[in-house]
């Protein structure tokens, strides 16, 4: 079956613009997962959906950031008024369930560049 | 706060050479996973442990989680180009969803 699909793959955005990540994770599984990448870096968590709802949003850096997930499935992450500390490589990942002990699917990630 | 500490960050080895890399959890896991991120990719899944002491084995890449469940590694042996890439960990805990990522250790490998 598919695996997770991100788009779009890259972005380029002038600083104060928003922009919108999206997020198809695997059918059928109830947790997805935001991480940013900086260059070189680890995985920097942002968010936790389980179903539709949102337990966990303690890795949002700032009210800039804001995510949802729609019909348990699709989830857009949303920043607004960029700034050029954004600029990362964001992953989203999917599991099964929400427990650690299922393995994450991660998308390619969307590479998103403030200039 | 829950970390996972991974050593070297770094690490540039010779075709053939031996790797690992090492984790350090500042509390006890209930399991820990392991992934693999090629250059320019995205991290795919290796392996999980949960068992104290588990030693598990792919090919040439051999997983250890410690009797404490509180630090994991990641041996390979006779290192090839096909290893290169960025290997983290991930730990678990019990009634969380959160995996806790290490910060990565990068390999290269010179032919």
């Known amino acids: 079956g598919a695996g997770v699909s991100q788009s779009p793959s890259n972005k380029v955005t002038e600083k104060g613009k928003d922009v919108e990540l999206r997020c198809d994770p695997i059918?059928?599984?109830?947790?997805l997962y935001w991480y940013r990448q900086s260059l070189g870096q680890g995985l920097e968590f942002l968010i936790y959906f389980q179903g539709n709802s949102a337990p966990d949003k303690s890795g949002l850096p700032s009210d800039r950031f804001s995510a949802e997930r729609t019909g348990g499935s699709v989830s857009t992450l949303t920043i607004q008024r960029t700034q050029q500390e954004d600029s990362a490589v964001y992953l989203c990942a999917s599991s099964s369930t929400g427990m650690t002990y299922n393995e994450q699917f991660f998308g390619p990630g969307t590479r998103l560049t403030v200039l | 706060g829950q970390q996972v500490m991974q050593i070297p960050q770094y690490q540039h080895v010779q075709e053939g050479e031996d790797f690992t890399t090492y984790c350090n959890s500042s509390t006890t896991l209930s399991n820990i996973q392991w992934y693999k991120q090629r250059p320019g990719g995205h991290p795919v899944f290796l392996i999980q442990l949960v068992k104290s002491g588990e030693v598990k084995k792919q090919k040439r890449l051999t997983f250890q989680f410690g009797e404490a469940k509180k630090n994991s590694s990641l041996h390979i042996t006779a290192t090839q180009t096909t290893d290169v890439g960025t290997y983290f960990c991930?730990?678990?805990?019990?009634?969380?969803?959160?995996?806790?990522f290490g910060s990565g250790t990068r390999l290269l490998v010179r032919p």
């Open positions: 059918s059928g599984h109830t947790a």
């Open positions: 991930a730990g678990g805990m019990d009634s969380s969803y959160k995996l806790i």
